[in-house]
């Protein structure tokens, strides 16, 4: 179980690119904005919207380099949203199981 409390980590998930949340910690549901896109709402909100959020995440195709990005920072949520690189463009795309993941590190 990880930190609750001043530097520690206020939340992290898991999730499909349908919304599912596969496990997590203060999330209290996924929100599924469309195609590569998703919302991670947490149970608890953070003090601050200045936080730190890191992404990570796996590709199931060997043919895509995984592009990840924070869309937005709230003290309710974070949007996270995930795609690939191709001959110099980027796509969003939904990557199946697992494809959306984050952890929310904050000092209250």
């Keep these: 179980m990880p930190l609750f409390g001043d530097n520690g980590c ?52 060997n043919n895509a380099e995984k592009v990840k990005a924070i869309y937005s920072l709230s003290s309710s949520s974070v949007r996270t949203r995930t795609g690939y690189t191709y001959y110099g463009g980027l796509a969003w795309y939904d990557f199946g199981e697992k494809s959306h993941h984050m952890a929310v590190f904050t000092s209250y």
């Design 10 to 61: 206020h939340a992290w998930g898991c999730a499909n690119h349908q919304g599912t949340l596969h496990a997590g910690y203060n999330v209290s549901s996924v929100t599924d904005n469309g195609t590569g896109d998703a919302t991670f709402n947490f149970t608890t909100n953070t003090g601050t919207t200045n936080y730190c959020c890191v992404q990570g995440g796996r590709t199931q195709s």
